[in-house]
């Protein structure tokens, strides 16, 4: 099938929470991802007017995308359409967006409260609660929700080393999303929360 063949597919958003970075050195997280562009937060504003390269993992294969900002959504969230691409890159791209789609694998909702050492952008910290999709952690450095950041802890003798996203802060901590995660990784918090919470036994 000819790339024209999925002309069409540029119009699919697709939501995800990809960790990527902005021309190098802003980090950043795309919630939304198009085979024409996408929409990402970062950490500090963007000139609009400069060229954008957007590069991010996911599914174990890396992007480098060049696009410019076409819209300001609100402060530090932009929409990014992206420049023409090599007919290789375009089937990535495709690939992928149709990965997500195929992909939608609900995360578990359990959370289990905890009392863990961890690093938050390399300040000691303390995990409080984790789950598959996230955490909470109690901190005395201040963060922003949309902030993006990298989180650290031990589950057993596996170091967790994952990229979020502040998603909400309160007087004693904040609330991370975390991005595009390792599948190892959360394959080991999976079997974490799994072996603290067993599933409880079916009714005969």
């Known amino acids: 099938m000819s790339v024209s063949a999925y002309e069409r597919r540029k119009f699919v958003r697709v939501d995800v929470n990809l960790d990527a970075r902005v021309n190098r050195n802003v980090r950043a997280a795309v919630k939304k991802l198009s085979l024409g562009g996408c929409l990402v937060e970062c950490n500090q504003p963007l000139n609009d007017s400069d060229p954008i390269q957007l590069a991010f993992s996911a599914f174990g294969e890396k992007f480098r995308m060049l696009g410019r900002v076409i819209h300001v959504a609100s402060?530090?969230?932009?929409?990014?359409?992206?420049?023409?691409?090599?007919?290789?890159?375009?089937?990535?791209?495709?690939?992928?967006?149709?990965?997500?789609?195929?992909?939608?694998?609900a995360r578990r909702s359990t959370r289990l409260r905890l009392h863990r050492e961890a690093l938050l952008d390399k300040e000691p910290?303390?995990?409080?609660?984790?789950?598959?999709?996230?955490?909470?952690?109690?901190?005395?450095?201040?963060?922003?929700?949309?902030?993006?950041?990298?989180?650290?802890?031990?589950?057993?003798?596996?170091?967790?080393?994952?990229?979020?996203?502040?998603?909400?802060?309160?007087?004693?901590?904040?609330?991370?999303?975390?991005?595009?995660?390792?599948?190892?990784?959360?394959?080991?918090?999976?079997?974490?929360?799994?072996?603290?919470?067993?599933?409880?036994?079916?009714?005969?």
């Not at 149709?98 to 992909?103: H, R, T």
Request: charged fraction near 25%; charge should be negative.
């Open 75 to 105: 402060p530090n969230r932009y929409g990014i359409v992206f420049e023409s691409q090599k007919d290789d890159q375009v089937l990535r791209l495709v690939s992928l967006i149709q990965k997500v789609q195929d992909a939608s694998i």
């Open 125 to 204: 910290s303390l995990l409080t609660d984790l789950s598959e999709g996230g955490c909470s952690i109690q901190t005395e450095r201040h963060f922003n929700p949309g902030d993006i950041i990298e989180v650290q802890f031990f589950l057993q003798d596996e170091e967790i080393h994952l990229a979020g996203q502040i998603r909400w802060k309160g007087p004693e901590g904040v609330g991370v999303e975390f991005l595009s995660p390792d599948p190892t990784q959360v394959d080991d918090i999976a079997r974490f929360l799994t072996q603290k919470n067993p599933p409880s036994p079916k009714m005969p």
